[in-house]
């Protein structure tokens, strides 16, 4: 019985073991499978771990490049605002390149001048927001009639625009009457005469908001014919310029030169004379009474440097007869002032300085006033009147010069009906004029294959960037 329970126990041993064989065959083929699948992904480890060692390189040279540009740009700055480099540039465009080591980089540096004008945002001296300037075309007149388009644009030129634009009047050469007007070509343009839209006529004489009657055959327009201008087109923002057209057909007489007038209300802003229609010689200007601009010689001065400018105010005469100038108002520059004794031309006098705020800002005020009944202008010839100031500015920007000269002529009814007074009439004023600029810069830094690239202007005891850019 022992012997036989013995057997029993070596036949349940044999099957276990023939068991186990298998599963270490197959175990040994897994093992032979990861060898196999690890001897593929070694290489390309291999290789990402060295292309993950070049673009550490590479990006840590790209920084090292951006890092130099950068430095760079602030010397330019430093040297802009700190070492009277900019007194170095004479003339817009003009450039100047440098090199400079950072951290053992070695950076290219080119520096531009930028002197570009802009008389927008400003604040001006009188309470007038938008220019009126007015074009015709054709210009002149054979003789016989003749189709003419009118076209007024409209430019927001002060930082106000509180109020908006209530109405335009037209106020045509005597050589056009009532029936001049030519009906359904009045246009009207948002974006500055990209685009137009037809608008309805104006009222003529007696029509609409323009109750009276012609003026000695003199006509004025009114748009709109009744009412105010409601939105889009009263209401301006800052810098925009629209823009009016309308047609008239008529005759001139021989040798003349026929002037327009534009007022905008509410501000009983003028145009002043503008856009003449000349026939043969234009030999007897009508309505055209002064054009008054003045001129700076210098286009721009170095920051942070007084530095003397000659101003020159011209006055022509646009009429017929000898006119007479009362008095001339001159409003010099924020941070400008007068140099005594350096009026010349129609008078050797120095004017009447008075250091006011105006429309919130501090500018000193010229005033020149004539004795007697004034200074006679003849007619078709230019006056002259010269004085020199300083100034110094330490920010970039553009410096204006505004001016009124005052004739001696009876007010027009066809002005007087719109609510203008003698004053408003007779003062010609130039807008701004006789830009003096601080100017921008253009600075770019090159390191390696990294660009910088920025636009800078000095402020009082900084620099602005404009614009900032990194290839």
Known sequence: MKIKRQAVRLRSLVPIRRQSEPQAGQAFILVLILLAIGALLVVPSLRFSGSSLKNSQIVTRQTRELYAADAAQEYVMWKLLYNNYASTFTYNGQSDNFSVDVCGIPVKVSVIMRAVVSWHGVTLSTDDVIKPTKSVSPTTNSGSSQTYTYTIALEQISDNISQGLNAIYDVLPDAFKSSSYVAGSSKWSEDGGTTWQTIGDPSLPGQGSNPSGSYGGQVRLRWPYSGNFTSPARDFYSEQVKKMSFQVN??????????????????????????????????????????????????????DVPTTINYTINIQSQEQSTDKITKIDDYLPPGFSYTNNSTGGITTSNPISTFETINGVQRWHLNWTFSGSGISIASGT?????????????????????????????????????GMTYSDFNSSYTWNSAAVLVPAYDSSTSAGGTTTNANLALGTNTVGIFSYQVK
């Not at 110094?392 to 027009?412: F, H, K």
Request: proline share 10%.
């Open 382 to 418: 230019t006056l002259y009147l010269t004085f020199s100031a300083i100034g110094t500015e330490s920010a970039s920007g553009s410096y204006y010069n505004e001016m009124l000269v005052t004739p001696s002529n009876p007010l027009p009814q066809i002005f007087s009906d719109l």
């Open 250 to 303: 008529g005759t001139m007489g021989p040798n003349t030169k026929n002037y327009n007038w534009v007022v905008l209300a509410p501000w009983n802003t003028l145009s002043g004379a503008q856009s003449p229609i000349t026939r043969d010689t234009g030999t007897s200007p009508k309505n055209g009474l002064l054009n008054v601009f003045k001129t700076a010689d210098k286009a721009y001065i170095p920051p």
